[in-house]
């Protein structure tokens, strides 16, 4: 997928609005893909994303934030720790699949399908420019920050 233009998704977003690749175009675009809502590790990432927005923003980028989390759900985590942007719900697994973030993972002992934390930075024109797979989450949105820088 890399160097590639990503396919063009709309999913329902934190807010009331829907959220549609297409009319993304202009701006960079991160898309951070995270297991679950209220998780420790997912609960950094994102206020670190949120810590670093402001500078994001200046970088020409939007931010989103994507798992298979009901909208409520979403709307109650962006509310708690105050993301300033969209979070996307994907409950039947469609944006997850298209960048086949879906893997099977060991949780307390168990086999359990879910989310492989990744993300992708797509630039102005829809392509897409960098991945992080199986990656940590804390320190990772300011990795992702001097990548966007790069564009």
Known sequence: ?????????????TG??????S????????????????????????????DLYAEFQQAGCE????????LKSHENF????TLPFALLS?????????FDVIKQKMMYGKQVRGIQRS????DREGV??????????????AAVLEQVKTL
Not at 119 to 122: E, Q, R, V
């Open 128 to 141: 897409l420019r960098q991945e992080w797979r199986a990656l940590k989450a804390d320190g990772h949105a």
């Open 119 to 122: 993300t992708f930075l797509i």
């Open 16 to 21: 009331g609005i829907t959220f549609q690749l």
């Open 90 to 98: 994907d409950a039947d697994e469609t944006l997850c699949k298209q």
């Open 1 to 13: 997928m890399l160097n590639q233009t990503v396919a063009d998704f709309t999913l329902p977003a």
């Open 78 to 81: 962006k509310a708690k720790f």
């Open 63 to 70: 931010v989103v934030g994507v798992s298979r989390d009901s």
């Open 23 to 50: 009319a993304a175009r202009g701006k960079h675009l991160v898309i951070y893909f995270y297991p679950k809502d209220n998780t420790p590790g997912c609960t950094m990432e994102s206020i670190q994303f949120r």
